[in-house]
């Protein structure tokens, strides 16, 4: 049985002529101990969920300048998982808009050195991270477990290689752009405006193209400019980002497909509007995904693909694999090279002939449909990341098709990638029911936190009785020191607030513990102004 108090709340002689407050009876406002509670105040927020909130699961892509601002703003939260992911390592230039990292962190991966920062901010995190390249070797099975992803990367290519993995498993991505004062924030979300593609322009495309040229191996070839920025733009855009996922979070409105400007050097702010592109080729998203726990990135070969496509398509298939390469030769001297590995592993200087100092004409493969050389490889082998999902068409019908995650790799995968908490494993395989089908958070199982504590139900009414307002206060444990937190929660400007509970008669200043007494029907708590006490 709940525990009932009214509190009726006495003012001076004007609050009488106020206009009665509306009802706001569905309204749940959790109130805890401030002294051991780190999200107390959190709770004071009338759209707040706690729980939401530690059920959350965020992947942030790129511990940069903006990486450190949000993962800094997440675990101060209490984001119950959060991913990193970069392939970096850091350097003392990082060290003046980082605040993850320390000068004896030089020299260390950015995304392991975040994680462990994270974890010292707020133990109640569960942090993972990737050191790895996130356009080619983070597989869309991590995307697919996200609620939201945040985009923290430099360049076209990983914007456009974060947009499409969204689109392919349905999930909303947050992008934000520093450049000296200023930045940008974008929230795109599949089959809800423009996404990041739709924003290219003919020129975005030629600088794209020219990147993928010299045989496709120009990012070992071309050196990016290193961005200018500021840690207060830093703050500033990282936390309009966070702001946007929180809202995302608890289903609140959020503009899609649209970029929030903001100018630091004349504080100007604007909405810039996309135009959505009906034949932009992000646009798609796998239409069934079928979990496969005998797959799995490092026993399991090509050929097992093909076989578990057509038993779920019912004839032969084809599926697409990161381009592999088998073999070069040289246009010149026609020396040839053999390879066998993924074109995204092959440096420039890999694939020039040494004795003419050209490069070699290289034989790529991106389809599979069992004719292949190498039919037998792993799909490690081959470049397919682990716990991917590959889509396998059926070959006389090309609108046939069926996406395949390798679930094999789920019990270790982030222990593979990171080796960051041994019972990962463990834990990502005892919420598989959870994360099946997830529709978002208001689906997210019940923390256990919050299945043990103590409900107690405040009903308020205004000094006259003749109108009510109620709260329903969801109260953890005793309600220690809760006078504070209920008058500002009420509303109630007091001078010098005093509370008295008319059946003991006793009175409790902010500064004092107030304790549930155990009696349920007889307490009455009346919130009074000390200067104007009956």
């Not at 939201?148 to 969204?166: H, P, Q, S, T």
């Not at 009906?278 to 990135?297: A, F, G, N, R, V």
């Not at 592993?345 to 599979?368: G, H, M, Q, S, W």
């Amino acid at each position: 049985m709940s525990e009932d108090f009214e509190i009726t709340i006495l003012g001076d002689e004007s609050d009488k002529h106020k206009k009665p407050a509306q009802s706001i009876s569905d309204e749940i406002i959790e109130i805890t101990d401030p002294l051991n509670d780190r999200y107390n105040t959190f709770r004071l927020i009338s759209w707040w969920d706690m729980d939401i909130i530690r059920n959350a699961t965020i992947m942030v892509l790129g511990a940069g300048a903006l990486g450190n601002e949000i993962l800094k703003n997440l675990a101060l939260m209490g984001v119950g998982r959060i991913f990193i992911a970069d392939f970096d390592t850091i350097e003392d230039s990082n060290l003046s808009r980082s605040i993850l990292y320390r000068e004896s962190d030089n020299g260390l991966q950015k995304a392991k050195t975040a994680a462990d920062a994270v974890r010292e901010i707020n133990p109640d995190v569960e942090v993972h991270y990737f050191h790895g390249d996130v356009i080619h070797e983070l597989g869309l099975g991590v995307f697919r477990q996200m609620d939201v992803v945040m985009g923290c990367l430099d360049g076209r290519e990983a914007r456009l290689a974060i947009n499409r993995a969204c689109w392919l498993v349905d999930k909303p991505w947050i992008d934000g752009a520093i450049d000296e004062m200023e930045g940008l924030v974008r929230v795109f979300w599949p089959n809800r405006g423009p996404c990041y593609e739709c924003t290219l322009s003919e020129e975005d495309y030629k600088i794209l193209e020219k990147r993928a040229s010299c045989n496709r191996l120009a990012k070992n070839f071309f050196v990016e400019r290193k961005i200018p920025t500021t840690p207060t733009i830093s703050s500033i855009i990282g936390a309009i980002q966070t702001q946007e996922a929180l809202k995302i979070l608890h289903k609140k409105s959020v503009k899609t497909g649209q970029a929030t400007y903001f100018n630091g050097i004349s504080n100007e702010s604007f909405q810039i509007i996309y135009s959505e592109k009906k034949d932009c080729m992000s646009h798609y998203s796998l239409p069934k995904i079928i979990e496969d726990k005998t797959l799995s990135s490092g026993s399991s070969t090509l050929k097992d693909i093909l076989t578990a496509g057509k038993r779920l398509i019912g004839e032969d298939v084809w599926f697409g694999i990161p381009t592999f390469i088998t073999t070069g030769k040289c246009p010149i001297c026609e020396k040839e090279q053999v390879f066998n590995k993924p074109l995204f592993k092959l440096t420039y200087n890999d694939a020039v002939c040494p004795d003419c100092k050209v490069p070699f004409l290289l034989e790529p493969y991106e389809r599979i449909d069992g004719d292949e050389p190498f039919i037998s490889n792993s799909l490690r082998d081959v470049g397919i990341p682990s716990f991917h999902i590959l889509e396998c068409y059926a070959l006389s019908d090309p609108e046939k098709s069926v996406g395949i995650e390798i679930t094999g790799d789920l019990p270790d995968y982030f222990n593979y990638i990171s080796g960051s908490m041994e019972n990962l494993g463990e834990y990502l395989t005892r919420r598989k029911d959870f994360w099946k089908n997830s529709q978002g958070p208001s689906n997210r199982l019940p923390d256990k936190k919050t299945q043990s504590e103590k409900k107690i139900v405040v009903k308020v009414s205004d000094v006259s009785g003749s109108t009510s307002r109620e709260f329903n206060l969801s109260v953890q444990k005793p309600m220690k020191r809760i006078l504070p937190i209920l008058i500002n929660q009420l509303g109630y400007k007091a001078t010098m607030p005093i509370a008295i509970n008319t059946r003991t008669n006793h009175r409790y200043l902010p500064d004092d513990t107030f304790e549930s007494t155990g009696t349920v029907d007889d307490d009455k708590i009346m919130l009074y102004d000390k200067n104007f006490l009956p």
